[in-house]
């Protein structure tokens, strides 16, 4: 039972690149989150998503930034025209249902260095 | 809005021991959830314990158990009989029991050695 798979685990751009981030969740989990990891800092929430659908991307930077979860496929989060400060570990988690017990089941995550 | 506060950045422990780790939080809402998550040098996030604010009986997960103190809004970690595995980052979390989202805040994390 795989749990939720993300890749690349690093990946290294430079300044103005972009970055792609893939996320595949728990196998009959259909509700995708995705959060980032400052140095010293504790994860903060950017997006959630269903299948097709953004339902939450209020912690998400409004620029360069995007994610989607199609019908078909991983989840992706895009940023584009990277900047240092973009430097983070993004993870991922998914969850079964809408169900606010904050049961999530998170990824290993996906290590951005901007150089 | 919701805050989350762990203010012990390290700690450490020898094997067997008992440790705990702090974590305050701030919210004006009375139904809500609490966590605590490990997450290992292999960086995979795991879900130790949860408690529920409206339950007023502390939560036990085997050698994990809380001290949920809802007045002073303080909700404690303590791990008995520490083990090697159990040397990890431990974040305190919590999420509005109305919050449909699941939007997990976080704390800072606790960073915990045990020594052999």
């Known amino acids: 039972n795989a749990g939720v798979m993300q890749n690349p685990r690093h990946l290294v751009r430079r300044r103005g690149q972009e970055a792609r981030l893939r996320c595949s969740p728990m196998k009959g989990h259909s509700h995708v989150y995705w959060y980032r990891q400052l140095p010293e800092e504790g994860l903060k929430f950017m997006v959630y998503?269903?299948?097709?659908?953004?339902?939450?991307e209020s912690g998400m930077p409004k620029e360069r930034f995007s994610a989607e979860f199609p019908k078909e496929g991983p989840s992706i989060l895009r940023i584009q025209q990277v900047v240092r400060g973009d430097s983070a570990a993004y993870f991922c988690?998914?969850?079964?249902?809408?169900?606010?017990?904050?049961?999530?089941?998170f990824g290993e995550g996906s290590r951005l260095t901007v150089l | 809005a919701q805050t989350v506060t762990q203010s012990q950045p390290e700690m450490s422990v020898q094997e067997a021991e008992t440790v705990t780790l702090s974590c305050t939080y701030d919210?004006?809402?009375?139904?809500?959830?609490l966590f605590w998550y490990k997450q290992p040098p292999s960086r995979q996030m795991i879900l130790v314990i949860r408690q529920e604010a409206y339950k007023q009986q502390n939560a036990t997960e085997n050698r994990f158990s809380v001290n949920f103190q809802k007045a002073a809004k303080s909700f404690s970690l303590k791990i008995s009989d520490s083990q090697l595995g159990d040397t990890a980052m431990y974040f305190c979390?919590?999420?509005?029991?109305?919050?449909?989202?699941?939007?997990?805040?976080f704390g800072t994390g606790t960073l915990l050695a045990v020594q052999p």
């Open positions: 919210t004006s809402e009375n139904n809500y959830y």
């Open positions: 998503l269903q299948k097709e659908n953004i339902i939450d």
């Open positions: 979390a919590f999420i509005l029991s109305v919050d449909a989202t699941n939007k997990l805040i």
């Open positions: 988690a998914s969850s079964p249902v809408t169900v606010n017990t904050g049961e999530l089941f």
